[in-house]
């Protein structure tokens, strides 16, 4: 993994969030809290596209168990 040359404005506000030793339990729900937020987000936005495509159960069930590979 590369190490980024510039701290991001969120990387900064962190570092600033947190100038003192955290416990690891409050560092175990923040990661939770982080990753349920991008959680809902992505939910959200997968929920807009089937929204927008109209898709519906039975569309899923037929993704499911369709075939899409291809043979080089």
């Known amino acids: 993994m590369e190490t980024p040359k510039k701290l991001s ?3 900064i506000e962190l570092l ?3 100038e003192e030793d955290v416990p690891e339990e409050d560092w175990i729900e923040l990661r939770r809290l982080i990753a349920r937020y ?3 987000k ?3 936005l997968a929920d807009a596209v089937v929204e927008e495509r109209g898709w ?3 569309d899923f069930e037929r993704m499911l168990h369709a075939h899409h590979r291809t043979s080089d």
Request: hydrophobic share 60%; charged share 20%.
């Open 9 to 11: 404005k969120a990387q």
């Open 16 to 18: 600033a969030l947190f």
């Open 38 to 40: 991008f959680a809902v």
């Open 42 to 44: 992505a939910t959200r």
């Open 56 to 58: 519906t159960a039975d």
